[in-house]
């Protein structure tokens, strides 16, 4: 295991860093870790098809009994407007 000392790291930063340690339950030291292992894990290979966008929302309406929402009626589409064929005049 290596050690790692960051320095000239900016008070908010490490305050805000300190909140989500404690929100997560963990050192800072280790939510430090925590952000590092999530920023450099290799991304997955799925096409880019917001699949997992999908997922995630999924999962989080879920619990929720999901959402039920009412579809509005399909009409036929009208007619496109005449204007008289090309070039003529009123």
Do not use: W
Not at 16 to 38: K, P, T, V, Y
Not at 77 to 90: Q, Y
Request: glycine share 8%; charged share 30%; net charge positive.
């Amino acid at each position: 295991m290596a050690t790692m000392i960051i320095r000239n790291l900016d008070d908010d930063v490490k305050t805000r860093l300190r909140i989500r340690a404690a929100r997560h339950g963990r050192s800072m030291e280790e939510e430090a870790r925590s952000i590092l292992r999530a920023a450099l894990t290799p991304e997955s290979r799925e096409p880019a098809t917001g699949a997992a966008l999908v997922k995630a929302i999924r999962a989080r309406v879920e619990p929720f009994g999901g959402v039920k929402l009412e579809l509005p009626q399909r009409i036929p589409m009208r007619e496109p407007p005449d204007f008289g064929g090309r070039g003529s005049t009123p």
